[in-house]
């Protein structure tokens, strides 16, 4: 089991469940209360659709792990 301690991993998990959450959205599926598309345009200032906010964290995500 991995613990996650540090407050640069505990945003990073953020990040990853935000992501994961916005994938389902755009394949259709929805939440209740506040979308993940908006909470990720409000948090981190992303623009465009969904689609174009996914492919801006899977780059961000991508760019963090070839770090």
Do not use: H, W
């Amino acid at each position: 089991m991995i613990t996650l301690d540090t407050p640069e991993q505990i945003d990073m998990f953020r990040f990853l469940s935000l992501k994961s959450a916005l994938k389902l959205e755009c394949l259709g599926m929805s939440r209740r209360g506040q979308s993940a598309y908006s909470i990720i345009k409000a948090e981190y200032g992303f623009k465009g659709n969904k689609k174009s906010v996914l492919e801006q964290m899977e780059q961000i995500i991508e760019d963090i792990k070839n770090d």
